[in-house]
């Protein structure tokens, strides 16, 4: 169950911090989960949908969970051959040729966690196999951002130091898998990163 692992984590962060409370931890916690999200890259999903007549359309690409980081990859379903286009604009895909209507198109994009005030939850909501395959790293990272806050009872400058590395290296072993595994079928293009996020309710535009 995923309530488990994130019991496990702010448990953990208890034991660590001397007077740290649940409310201080889970903003760290988002704060830990959102930033090996985006540092990683690990979290994807395919959306697909068909296209329009027409060029430079723009599809408002809309995940399951989360906000979209990047666009990941783009093809068409039947004959999975990969197909160009852009998203400059986080959830905003733009594709610059003309397809007939009806193309089944899948597009893989990169997700990180809305922040649980704007999806009304009390932690952040991401694939349960993260939980399960990095607690360890998050657990790392909640430690090391409470431990970095100046003038609390919990600031430790030697927890920084253990938990700010092992959360630093656990992040370069999930990126450097990630990097393995999308390029295990040798794509020939990349598109290109972006900084901004916004995220979208409607699908077509």
Not at 69 to 92: C, F, K, Q, T, Y
Not at 96 to 122: H, I, N
Request: charged letters at 20%.
């Amino acid at each position: 169950m995923i309530t488990d692992y994130i019991t496990r984590i702010m448990a953990n962060a208890r034991l660590h911090l001397t007077g740290a409370v649940d409310d201080a931890i889970k903003v760290e916690l988002f704060n830990s989960v959102d930033e090996f999200c985006r540092q990683t890259d690990i979290w994807h999903e395919d959306i697909i949908f068909p296209t329009l007549a027409g060029t430079d359309i723009v599809y408002d690409i809309v995940p399951t969970l989360g906000t979209i980081i990047r666009l990941v990859d783009l093809r068409r379903v039947d004959g999975n051959a990969s197909l160009r286009g852009s998203m400059r604009v986080p959830g905003e895909l733009v594709l610059p040729f003309s397809y007939d209507a009806g193309t089944q198109v899948r597009v893989t994009v990169s997700l990180a966690p809305l922040d649980p005030v704007q999806a009304g939850s009390e932690f952040p909501e991401i694939a349960q196999w993260i939980w399960e395959r990095h607690f360890q790293a998050l657990t790392h990272g909640v430690i090391y951002k409470m431990a970095s806050q100046p003038d609390k009872t919990y600031s430790d400058a030697g927890l920084v130091k253990f938990h700010g590395l092992k959360f630093r290296n656990e992040i370069g072993v999930a990126r450097a898998d990630n990097v393995r595994a999308n390029t295990t079928d040798g794509q020939a293009w990349r598109f290109p990163h972006f900084a901004n996020q916004r995220n979208y309710s409607t699908q077509v535009s």
